[in-house]
């Protein structure tokens, strides 16, 4: 059935609906006020975010992976409440570090979006791990979107985003990358750390970079292919391609999602 519940207060704006006034609260303060309801039968939707260490990748100049993250899923955030779909957010690295229920208010909108201006990366990735244990957590159905660099196992990732298709939620996956993981266009000789374990490696980097190349474009392929298989839609993004053209394109392909 259909029904709504009381979230909360804000000023009146010509063209509101009189009838929402609260004549209660005029009456204390000489201000008008409307009541905001959220309706139970909204589109719930959830967007997990991964803030490992991994995520923490730039380029000299170059925004992280992360920072990228946060303003995709701002962007989303405020896409989504825009058009009356409560929504909430999941921080993870190799455990569940925030979870916030969706929810459609203002002030929520706006706590969302601190928590996003907030993100640090932190710990190793462990995504598939994290995702299952979101999967239990999300009783709901809805939208889940995921976003995060998927330098994981490729068949737990996989495993792990199936549980969310197997409650019946739609499942969106954005793979944030940086063109430097992608082509390897660093100069000739380079020391690699890694972020997470912080091992270094001396590489002749022109010597693997063909090799290199091919293997990220089978691990890419092989992640969307997986995704395709299981009715998990996949979007692989570039830190070089500015957010909201990469989101609107996006949109554009989907134009149903919204």
Known sequence: ???????????????????????????????????????????????????????????????????????????????????????????????????????LTYSYMKLLLTELSNLQPNAKTSTANALSSLAERIKRRGLIIVISDFLDDTKSVITALKHFRHRKNEVIAFQVLDDSELNLDFPADAVFTDLETGERMPTQVSAVRSAYKKAVNTFVHDLKSRCFENDIDYALLSTSTPFDKALTAYLTRRKKMF
């Open 1 to 103: 059935g259909f029904s709504v519940e009381f979230a909360e207060h804000r000023q009146y704006f010509p063209g509101d609906d009189i009838g929402n006034i609260d004549w209660k609260v005029y009456g204390r303060s000489d201000r008008l006020y409307i009541k905001q309801y959220e309706e139970e039968t909204n589109l719930k939707a959830y967007i997990l975010i991964d803030a490992s260490k991994s995520m923490g990748f730039r380029r000299d100049g170059s925004v992280s992976k992360l920072e990228y993250a946060a303003y995709l899923a701002a962007g989303l955030t405020y896409l989504m409440m825009k058009q009356q779909d409560a929504t909430g957010l999941a921080i993870y690295d190799e455990s569940v570090r925030r979870f916030y229920e969706p929810h």
